[in-house]
């Protein structure tokens, strides 16, 4: 199957805690995003991978990490979490270039305590 | 920068009936974005509905129509006749000049009701 993993579905945590998600793709793309949803379902991009290498940082605090072991896998960790860190986390890949359309993740929704 | 700007929270149709679904964008980074509408359905993960990438173009997908108006700057959604079926929440996105990433309308959530 073809498709964009995510592990786990959904994580609750305490403040502070460190806490780590998975995101696997197996349609061959080059690039790689991930996205933070919040609470009024705004789809901002945090980090953007072309071929392992980060080409976007869009002003995400220092706490949040992304990891390219290689282009078919970006995780996300997150150095002690916040209470404003509580939202669901979507991975997505798509082919490089403006055109290309993105395949997304089902999502990790985390909840922080 | 750029954004986009959707209709809000949730809109309710009967079964039948038209839809509009109103985008709007401000790409000043750009001057011809690259336009996109997501869709996600119940329990599945979002996913294109169409694009468009030439503006005066208009894109079509399950019935549903959006056109890229370039003096407007606009890509409202529409549809003639609604089903249940199309009952999802739906993402109007446009395409960074570099292609780095999409930015995101905060979706609406279509309810059809028979």
């Known amino acids: 199957e073809t498709a964009v993993f995510q592990t786990p579905n959904y994580h609750v945590t305490q403040v502070g805690n460190e806490v780590s998600f998975n995101c696997k793709q197996t349609l061959g793309h080059d690039t790689m995003y991930w996205y933070k949803q919040d609470s009024k379902k705004l789809l901002k991009i945090m980090f953007s991978y072309n071929n392992k290498q980060l080409i976007v940082n869009e002003t995400v605090p220092r706490r949040f990490s992304p990891q390219s072991s290689d282009k078919a896998h970006l995780n996300l960790r997150i150095k002690s979490v916040e209470p404003e860190d509580s939202a669901v986390y979507l991975c997505?890949?798509?082919?490089?270039?403006?055109?290309?359309?993105?395949?997304f993740g089902p999502g990790t929704r985390l909840t922080v305590l | 920068g750029d954004s986009v700007t959707q209709t809000e929270g949730q809109v309710t149709v009967s079964e039948s009936k038209s839809l509009i679904i109103n985008c709007t964008y401000s790409?000043?980074?750009?001057?011809?974005?690259?336009l996109f509408w997501y869709v996600r359905y119940p329990g599945e993960g979002l996913q294109l509905l169409l694009k468009?990438?030439?503006?005066?173009q208009k894109g079509s997908s399950r019935g549903f129509e959006a056109t890229y108006n370039k003096e407007a700057t606009s890509f409202h959604l529409q549809k003639a006749s609604v089903q249940e079926s199309d009952s999802a929440v739906y993402y109007c996105?446009?395409?960074?000049?570099?292609?780095?990433?999409?930015?995101f309308g905060t979706g609406t959530k279509l309810q059809v009701v028979p």
């Open positions: 790409a000043t980074s750009i001057g011809y974005p690259n």
């Open positions: 997505a890949s798509s082919a490089w270039g403006r055109y290309a359309e993105q395949f």
């Open positions: 468009v990438i030439t503006a005066g």
């Open positions: 996105a446009l395409s960074e000049n570099s292609g780095t990433y999409q930015r």
